[in-house]
């Protein structure tokens, strides 16, 4: 189900989409033009927290109720909470016409350092290079984080480079990556008002 208002207006640029499968049902509401407030419920707390933090730190209002197979592992829930949040931001850019369209940030913590770059370019491509040296987060293994932006990326459409540049505390390392992300969003998605009627393409289309 997708908000059919998301096209009328630069102020109306939300959506809602549901995803439901046998193993996980979520439903993802955004508003690109909000103030950064959330409802987040996936059942992983670690996950809850960083897209607390994707949201905060995007201003995109979000809102994320998600039931998974987490009797099993947290696998499906996080890769498909990944999926939902993308498609529901792609729903909401629309024909993407206006948008700043790339971005970055250089995100601190602490003693770590991470980049994030990405082009929402209707061309998904992920480049990872971000190491662990544990393999959990309180009961979320560190693997999925790939996962899900992985995930986000394909759906959203975005070409996306996330780097730790250096760091030793697992925790600061992949939360400057979402700051890194949701800072790298909130530029990126951006109306430029010298342009808010055109594709930001040579082509005419994203």
């Not at 201003?59 to 909470?81: C, Q, R, S």
């Amino acid at each position: 189900m997708v908000n059919t208002d998301k096209y009328s207006s630069i102020n109306m640029r939300k959506a809602t989409v549901e995803r439901a499968t046998k193993e996980t049902k979520i439903k993802v509401s955004v508003n690109l033009d909000g103030t950064g407030k959330y409802k987040v419920a996936t059942g992983i707390g670690f996950l809850d927290h960083m897209m607390e933090q994707l949201s905060r730190h995007s201003l995109i209002d979000l809102e994320i109720k998600a039931e998974g197979d987490l009797h099993i592992d947290y696998h499906h829930t996080t890769e498909d909470t990944g999926i939902t949040v993308g498609q529901a931001i792609t729903d909401a850019l629309g024909d993407r016409k206006g948008i700043t369209r790339f971005a970055h940030a250089y995100i601190p913590m602490d003693e770590t350092l991470s980049r994030v770059a990405l082009d929402i370019s209707g061309r998904p491509y992920l480049i990872w290079k971000v190491n662990f040296t544990r393999d959990k987060l309180g009961d979320m293994d560190t693997e999925l984080f790939k996962e899900w932006f992985g995930a986000f990326a394909q759906s959203s459409g975005t070409t996306l480079h996330v780097e730790n540049l250096y760091g030793t505390n697992n925790h600061h390392i992949i939360e400057s990556c979402y700051k890194g992300l949701a800072r790298s969003l909130r530029a990126a998605i951006q109306i430029d008002p010298r342009a808010a009627k055109k594709i930001p393409s040579t082509k005419g289309i994203l």
